[in-house]
């Protein structure tokens, strides 16, 4: 058993305990269990085993977040609107993990701004199998973040949060040492709270693990399909079995909570028997509910991908598949996106992902001209390419987008999730 509080001195868990709501704060006082099933193989090693174990052991990170879109200043004293804050340093561009490289291929002048090649000592430790980690994911035991935390770092410590922001902030606080969290699904698409959060925050992306989702419907013991009022879960995984669920004939009300294993947890913590739950067979397990219909998601290759985040980026190699992540946006709106996007299909680097959200602080631009005035949306832009920033191909483009863009950041440049595929094994759903 190890708790937070005996994390090194730099660890600032009395900040952590100041966030805590009464009813969850002493006198657990975040005590994390990890000692079941520790020395066995396989992702559940770490895990809490039964929901008493959870319940006893566990106090689930607190969601008593400081708002940092409403406040007008952050912790630091700085202003609370992360691009502004980066732009406005511009100058500081390590610290701040903008692209620092030289603009022009080819010239003398800026040769000398390319990074040096790395050499062997620059590269990565070997990976950690995660044996010492604590990983923050969202939601409670039984959730898809955890069984993905346990497939990124499979000897970890998995720390349950109840919000992403708070998976990214015990991650800053040194509560814990990585974050685990979900960013796109095939199904039903970006979970675009976290790319939000991914700009809002200085952690860095250091790897991608991509997790088969298979879904279970779940209700109490001897609950029939027929009974039936509801059906609750995470809203991905709602969208996710949106056509299973009709099938099914259970055009019921569907209502949106926290996480899946969260929605299994309520019903069987408040004996719900007019209500289902869309989650896992392991939530099944733990919260002591049956499966009414197993595989109920709308395609048997449902995954969602997962990034893990840490505070230190890591040293990007070229002995493996790299995939790299960045932000950008443009003072002249999408006017750019095709000189952006032609500066990787110059440089054969394919794009695996690209992913547009309104640009915060400044939503709206308003061009005026002869016939009259427009109002266009402000986006930032997120790609991801398939190469490593150790690559000078890579390193070329950047220097080219950064030439025409106004705020550019490396979110991370990590080895790519290159497990075989294996979609899930049941998509009928049995019904009763
Ligand atoms: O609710 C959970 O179990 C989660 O881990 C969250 C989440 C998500 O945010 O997409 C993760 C995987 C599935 O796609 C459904 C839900």
Redesign the pocket.
């Known amino acids: 058993m190890q708790a937070l509080s005996s994390h090194p001195s730099n660890s600032p868990s009395y900040l952590f305990q100041t966030r805590l709501p009464a009813h969850r704060a002493a006198p657990t006082r975040c005590t994390v269990k990890c000692g079941y099933g520790f020395e066995s193989a396989g992702f559940h090693s770490g895990f809490v085993s039964s929901k008493a174990d959870w319940q006893s052991s566990c106090a689930i990170l607190a969601s008593k977040v400081v708002s940092q879109e409403q406040s007008s200043t952050d912790s630091n004293g700085g202003t609370a609107d992360p691009v502004a804050a980066i732009n406005g340093h511009k100058a500081a561009a390590t610290d701040l993990n903008l692209v620092h490289i030289g603009n022009v291929e080819g010239s003398d002048s800026n040769k000398q701004l390319q990074p040096k090649p790395l050499t062997i000592s620059d590269l990565s430790p070997a990976p950690m199998h995660g044996s010492q980690l604590r990983v923050a994911y969202?939601?409670v035991p039984g959730?898809?973040?955890e069984a993905a935390a346990g497939k990124a770092y499979p000897k970890c410590e998995a720390i349950p949060c109840d919000q992403f922001e708070v998976a990214f902030q015990a991650v800053q606080l040194w509560i814990a040492d990585r974050a685990v969290l979900?960013v796109e699904?095939s199904l039903?698409g970006s979970?675009h709270r976290n790319y939000d959060l991914l700009l809002r925050h200085q952690l860095h992306i250091v790897g991608e693990v991509q997790l088969p989702?298979h879904h279970c419907l779940l209700a109490l013991p001897g609950v029939r399909k027929e009974y039936l009022n509801r059906v609750i879960s995470?809203p991905?995984?709602l969208a996710?079995c949106e056509h299973s669920l009709t099938k099914l004939g259970l055009n019921v009300a569907r209502e949106a909570v926290d996480?899946?294993?969260g929605a299994a947890e309520f019903i069987a913590t408040n004996n719900q028997r007019d209500t289902a739950a869309i989650?896992s067979a392991r939530a099944a397990e733990l919260y002591g509910l049956q499966v009414l219909a197993d595989g109920i998601q709308d395609d048997p290759s449902n995954v969602?991908r997962f990034v893990m985040l840490a505070r230190e980026p890591i040293i990007p190699r070229t002995d493996r598949p790299f995939k790299t992540s960045i932000v950008f946006a443009h003072d002249k709106g999408t006017s750019v996106l095709f000189k952006v996007l032609s500066a990787f299909a110059f440089r054969n680097i394919s794009l695996t992902k690209i992913e547009s959200r309104p640009y915060r602080s400044r939503p709206i631009r308003v061009v005026d001209d002869a016939v009259g005035t427009a109002k266009h949306f402000e986006y930032m832009f997120y790609v991801d390419f398939e190469a490593s920033m150790a690559e000078v191909r890579a390193q070329n483009a950047l220097a080219e987008v950064q030439e025409f863009t106004s705020f550019l950041r490396v979110l991370g440049s990590y080895p790519m999730d290159m497990t075989p595929w294996s979609p899930s094994s049941s998509s009928c759903p049995m019904g009763d």
Do not use: E, L, R, W
């Open positions: 969202q939601g959730a898809y973040s979900p699904n039903g979970i989702v995470h991905q995984a996710q996480d899946t294993a989650a969602t």
